[in-house]
Every structure is written in structure tokens, then in C-alpha cells.
């Protein structure tokens, strides 16, 4: 059973019609990345799913139930999380505290010390507010309240946009960890190299519609990344 399947999923904006029939499936485990170019729709995907499109039409299925007419914090409370582009910290807020606001949420949250075991980088700065924070060390803010809320299923859009290339390796450290602790995680980056590196399938959204998809290496070898971004395809190498 997939983690969170689609089927003809459509979202509009008004008369805009953003997404055109997209079928998407996410297993436990797995990290799926959605490439394509700015105003593709991929931001809008992932509100879609997470209950935040002003309309939406088709299939949604969170571990084999509809969500059709599920509200975003019973999506939540279900284990489907979103790391938005446009906040990433409650910056008056120490790093603990951001973690405990996140624990509220939720029956039972990840102890604090536990998620310092995961984001060791963390522990020397629980106190400090998180708004003093480097953008990198905010984004692993970010991550840490996920993994306080125990999510099944992180979606994460751009999270190392502007970071610098230690803390963009980190990241994807950690979305690797994540899913082998059974987390499926759906990327939409424009890393391209840290899409490629941590993903183990990969969609190309195009004008609201998935045009192409496959494994990173068949991704590379059948020219995707340049038919459809403009990338030439040893860009990881």
C-alpha cells in the first residue's frame, strides 16, 4: 500500500487551471523528487495535497484512505507534513521551543533529546531563538519539527534554496535517514545534484502535467534533464 497515492489530480486557483490530471505514487521509505521549471506547478502540488489549494478536484489517498474533505490538521495529525518555502522558523522562539510548539500538535511526540540525535548540530544552539540562526541552521530547525511530529510523510519544498553546499549535503544526509527509517519524503529542489543523489525516482512536471519519469540513472542516460530543464545529464557526476 503506498504512504500517499493521486490519481487525476486537478487544482485551480481562481480560473487558473494549475494541475491537469497528475497521478502520483509515494511509498514508505522512498524519496521522490518533482523537477521542472519555475511556475510548473510543483509548489502547487504540494499545497494541493496538503490541503491548502483553494480547489481541488481527482484522487488523494493517505495510507489507502481518501482525504476528500479532510481538513489540513487532520492531514497533519495523519502524518503528512510540508516544509514550505515561506517560513521555516518561529524566529522569537529558542530552537527547543520550536520543537515543543510542533509536539503539541500531536499524541505523541519525539522527545527533544531524540531529535538532537538526529540533528546533532542542534544541541549547542536549544536555547538560542531560532531567528538568530544561520538560514542553513534554521532550515534544520525546519527539519527537526517534522521529526518531533513523527510524520510518515515529509514533503519538502526547495529546502536548501540559498544554503551553502555543507549544509545542502547535510540535508540530504538526512532526507536518506529519514527514509530508512521508513519516512517517504517527496523532494521538489532545484538542486538538480541533490535531487539526482537522493531520490530513488523522479518526476518532470511540465505546464500542470507529469511529462516524464524514471530512476536517476535512467533520468541521466535517456537525456530528461536536458529535454526538459535545460541540464546537461552529468550534472552529478
Known amino acids: 500500500m503506498a504512504a500517499l497515492e ?10 487558473a487551471h494549475i ?6 505514487k509515494l511509498k514508505a521509505g522512498s524519496v521522490v523528487g518533482i523537477l521542472g521549471r519555475n511556475g510548473a506547478g510543483k509548489t502547487t502540488l504540494l499545497r494541493a495535497i496538503m490541503g491548502l489549494a483553494p480547489r481541488v478536484e481527482g484522487d488523494l489517498k493517505l495510507f489507502g484512505s481518501s482525504v476528500e474533505n479532510m481538513p489540513t490538521d487532520a492531514r497533519a495529525r495523519a502524518g503528512l507534513a510540508l516544509m ?9 522562539l529558542s530552537v527547543e521551543e520550536n520543537c515543543r510548539t510542533a509536539a503539541w500538535t500531536v499524541p ?18 536549544a536555547r538560542r531563538p531560532a531567528g538568530r540562526l544561520s538560514g542553513g541552521q534554521q532550515q534544520l530547525v525546519a527539519i527537526a519539527r517534522s521529526l518531533t ?3 510518515k510523510i515529509l514533503m519538502m519544498d526547495e529546502p536548501t534554496e540559498g544554503l ?5 549535503s547535510r540535508i540530504g544526509e538526512i532526507v536518506r535517514s529519514l527514509a530508512d527509517n521508513s519516512v517517504a519524503v517527496l523532494l521538489v529542489e532545484q ?4 535531487t539526482l543523489s537522493a531520490c530513488t525516482h523522479l518526476y518532470f512536471l511540465e505546464k500542470g502535467k507529469f511529462v516524464a519519469e524514471g530512476a536517476p540513472q535512467q533520468v541521466r542516460s535517456e537525456g530528461m534533464l536536458e529535454r526538459y530543464l535545460g541540464v546537461h545529464g552529468d550534472v552529478a557526476h
Not at 493521486?6 to 480560473?15: P, R
Not at 514550505?84 to 522569537?92: A, K, L, N, T
Open 6 to 15: 493521486l490519481n487525476g489530480l486537478h487544482a485551480f486557483y481562481g480560473k
Open 84 to 92: 514550505s518555502q515561506d517560513m521555516r522558523v518561529f524566529p522569537e
Open 191 to 194: 538542486n538538480v545534484e541533490l
Open 19 to 24: 494541475l491537469q490530471g497528475v497521478d502520483l
Open 149 to 151: 511530529v513523527r510524520c
Open 108 to 125: 505523541e511526540p519525539m522527545p527533544f533529546e531524540k531529535v538532537l540525535t538526529i540533528i546533532p548540530e542542534l544541541r549547542d544552539h
Open 164 to 168: 551553502m553546499p555543507s549544509i545542502v
